[in-house]
């Protein structure tokens, strides 16, 4: 079993209402998980979002909070519903009309990493599946909820950045001509999970550091951006995936030479990122 559901690194003093999230950078992998696999240890990191908490664990000394998962992907996904089961996966389970991710085998226990390829020989019993959700998926999601609320009472507001990957050829069916490719592609389920503010915030940090951006597509954002995000109280979520070919050597799952580049660039990102709200901190103290 992996060793932990989560860490959180605290600042030395809270100043910011943003909650940096990693759910999907663990990369704890049991040996008894990857025993039951198909899959080498190497394969079987496709699917992770490979040193993104390195590349945020920054926000602290921005007075920011920053939670990153200590399960990896393979192992549970995060950023899926509870009730995601899948019944080609899990014994027990009954199809429940037609959900896409689960439909793929990405449900909340994933069947298969990148590109489709099945992580198990056969399949696993529901109490398996149950457990894992209550050792890991459960906890995570407590704390995070339990620190946007800390967030919302110190600041009247609170801001999660869930911190993902993507792959290069990920945009390839998207890009247009004469269009540049995306960076850093932003979700906010389309306006729902985080209000205009907030978002043109985000993406001008992104666009002052260098960095091309583009809005809700390929990717709007997935549960965590829908389950957390409610900026009409003032709790706003969005996603944020950044083209793994700026930082690591995808094929062999390594940082490239540009990490250390990377890294610095989005240091200024995030301690841009961790004023957001600052100003009506301001004013409320006048």
């Known amino acids: 079993m992996p060793k932990t559901a989560f860490e959180v690194l605290h600042p ?13 950078s663990g990369r704890d992998y049991p040996w008894s ?19 993104v908490d390195l590349l945020f664990d920054c926000a602290p000394k921005f007075g920011a909070t920053f939670i990153k998962a200590g399960a990896p992907r393979a192992y549970v996904d ?17 199809r429940q009309g037609h959900n896409p ?15 489709g390829r099945a992580i198990y020989r056969g399949k ?11 050792t890991y998926w459960r906890p995570y999601h407590e704390m995070v909820q339990r620190l946007l609320s800390a967030a919302y009472r110190r600041h009247g507001q609170a801001v999660l950045l869930d911190c993902h990957s993507m792959p290069h050829e990920a945009m390839d069916g998207v890009m247009r001509t004469g269009m540049r490719r995306p960076d850093v592609v932003l979700g906010d389920r389309f306006g729902t999970a985080a209000s205009a503010d907030v978002m043109d915030r985000i993406e001008d940090a992104f666009r002052g550091a260098g960095f091309v951006v583009a809005r809700n597509a390929p990717f709007a954002g997935a549960y965590i951006t829908q389950a957390y995000g ?3 109280r003032d709790q706003h979520a969005v996603q944020i995936e950044i083209d793994r070919a700026l930082y690591m050597n995808e094929a062999l799952v390594r940082p490239n ?14 301690a841009q990122l961790a004023r957001i709200g600052e100003d009506r901190v301001k004013l409320a103290a006048e």
């Open 33 to 51: 998980f990857l025993r039951a696999s198909v899959l080498d240890e190497h394969t079987i990191r496709s699917s992770e979002d490979a040193f």
């Open 257 to 270: 030479g540009d990490f250390e580049a990377v890294q610095e660039a989005l240091r200024g990102v995030v």
């Open 12 to 24: 030395d003093r809270s100043r910011s209402c943003v909650v940096f999230a990693s759910p999907h």
């Open 124 to 134: 696993m019993s529901l109490h398996e599946a149950q457990h894992r959700i209550a």
């Open 101 to 115: 991710r689960v439909a793929s085998g990405l449900g909340v226990i994933p069947r298969v990493v990148a590109n």
């Open 230 to 232: 409610r900026p009409s």
């Open 78 to 94: 995060l950023n899926r519903a509870s009730d995601e089961l899948d019944p080609a996966l899990i014994e027990g389970v009954r």
